[in-house]
Each structure stands twice: as C-alpha cells, then as structure tokens.
C-alpha cells in the first residue's frame, strides 16, 4: 500500500472527527494505527472507545487537560514536543500503517513546535506509511506538502447560541 499525507483543517467542526473515521476504517481493514493528540489531555469519547481496539489502535495524549489560554507555558511547549517526538518514532517505526498527528496545526499556529519541525516529520515518512495531520489553522507550507487536504467551513454552528460541548457528541 502506499502512503499518502492527508490535512483536515479548517474553522469547522469535525477535524478529528474525520481522523477518528479513518482509524476505524483502517483498523477494520486489519492496518495498524497510532493516533497521537496534541494539546488534549482530557479523553474524550472517541478516544475511549477506540482504545477498546488497543490490539489495532495505539492512542498516546500530549496536553493538559484544558485548552490554552493566551500564551502557552513550558508545560504546553514539553508536551507537544514529546507528542511530536512520539508521531517521528511512529511514523519510521515499521510498525504503524496509519499515523494520526491531531491539532499538529493548532500547536505550530501557537508556536509549541515550528512549521519546519512538522515538515521534517511529514519528509521523514516512509512511502508505505499513511500520515494524518488535523488542526486549524494549517500552514500553507503544510498544505503544499500534503497530497489530499481537506478544509471543514463552519456554515452555522450551534455554539454561538450558547450550547456548550456535550459528552458523546463534541467530547
């Protein structure tokens, strides 16, 4: 099988959803996935069901549990560089199919590693390995780099009438 790299981004919801799709996907089809999270440390639904597939489906967090607010700290800087330390080994490892890097975007747009740091990994991936790189915001560098990238647009979003995220659904 060759491998393509593969950018959600965009202002809409669903980013992750799509990577979380994909894993499903490719696990049922019997490939390997390890799907690293950056700037979550929180586990949401998706995560917790799919480490129910733990044979197929490796899922390592990278973050605190809430989101950053202004600048990040040390803390923040520590994790998503240990995060894409992790996704390196895992995309040259021989030993994933599949390799998801969730809001690797997010972290270069608030500088927790840089654009030539994610370009590295991204050049370092071995033609048979599949890499999924979700996240706002992506770097037009990124983009040109990718071979499928797609763009989720918010249209109407109930969030700006209040609704908060809900468990199950955006959790």
Same mark, same amino acid.
Do not use: W
């Given at each position: &099988? ?8 965009? #202002? ?5 959803? @799509? @990577? &979380?799709?994909?894993? *499903?996907?490719?696990?049922? !089809?019997?490939?390997? =996935?390890?799907?690293?999270? *950056? ?13 129910? *597939? ?10 605190? @549990?809430?989101?950053? +607010? ?11 560089? $240990?995060?894409? +330390? +992790? !996704?390196?080994? @895992? =995309? ?6 599949? =390799? ?20 590295? *990994? &991204?050049?370092?991936?071995? $033609? ?10 992506? #770097? ?10 797609? $763009? &989720?647009? $918010? ?9 908060? !995220? ?6």
């Amino acid at each position: &099988m060759h491998g393509y790299i593969q950018v959600y981004t965009g #202002d809409g919801k669903g980013k992750t959803t @799509a @990577a &979380m799709g994909l894993a *499903l996907r490719a696990a049922g !089809a019997g490939l390997r =996935v390890c799907i690293i999270q *950056l700037m979550k440390g929180a586990e949401a639904g998706e995560i917790a069901a799919l480490r129910k *597939l733990g044979d197929l489906i490796t899922v390592r967090l990278f973050g605190r @549990a809430g989101f950053i +607010e202004g600048a990040p700290d040390e803390e923040d800087i520590r994790l998503a560089r $240990e995060g894409l +330390e +992790e !996704a390196e080994r @895992a =995309v040259v490892s021989g030993e994933y199919n599949v =390799v998801i890097l969730d809001e690797a975007n997010v972290a270069v747009n608030f500088g927790l590693f840089s654009v030539s740091d994610l370009l590295r *990994l &991204m050049d370092r991936k071995p $033609e048979r390995v599949e890499l999924v790189i979700t996240g706002r915001k992506a #770097d037009p560098q990124v983009i040109e780099r990718a071979d499928l990238v797609t $763009e &989720m647009s $918010e249209i109407k979003h109930y969030y700006h009438k209040g609704v908060s !995220a809900r468990k199950g659904i955006e959790l």
